[in-house]
């Protein structure tokens, strides 16, 4: 990551420190671990009990030197979450939402990763789960708990 520039006097506490400084300092320890949308970012800092003005300066800091940006969010999620349990398009969008991923990002991302093919060995994947762990046995089965992990289109007729 770049050095972050603030042009910003930073409010001063009393020993010195500044709060955008202490705010900037837990931010880049979360983004460290993992990316980051701005919505769960800001979420986790008021939590640490840092004021709305502070957590909008840093975060806009951090979107200027690309620390934090939601398209490689979006990209990290899709990978991170289809890696554990593949999911068709519709349930990552859905789940993206929820977690407050810029919807217009999301959509242009997820629809240049589910490329029919991927799509397809996605689906594909999904299906050995169902049939390993027995959910279902006759296909009308396996085709509706495809469907409720967002698989639906010509592409489950394999």
Not at 30 to 39: D, K, M, P, V
Not at 45 to 63: A, P
Request: charged share 35%; proline share 2%; hydrophobic share 30%.
């Amino acid at each position: 990551m770049k050095e972050i520039a603030c042009n910003k006097e930073p409010t001063q506490k009393g020993d010195g420190s500044s709060f955008f400084n202490k705010c900037l300092d837990q931010a880049l320890r979360y983004l460290s671990l993992r990316e980051h949308n701005r919505r769960e970012l800001a979420i986790k800092l008021r939590s640490k009990g840092h004021d709305q003005t502070t957590i909008d300066s840093v975060l806009d800091s951090l979107e200027d030197d690309d620390s934090l940006d939601e398209e490689r969010y979006v990209r990290a999620f899709v990978r991170s979450s289809n890696k554990r349990h593949p999911e068709g398009k519709s349930l990552v969008l859905q789940r993206l939402a929820a977690k407050g991923a810029d919807r217009h990002t999301s959509e242009r991302v997820v629809s240049e990763i589910y490329t029919p093919e991927y799509t397809s060995e996605l689906a594909s994947q999904a299906r050995d789960m169902i049939l390993k762990k027995g959910k279902a046995t006759e296909e009308h089965q396996i085709w509706f708990e495809l469907s409720k992990l967002g698989f639906h289109g010509s592409f489950l007729d394999d």
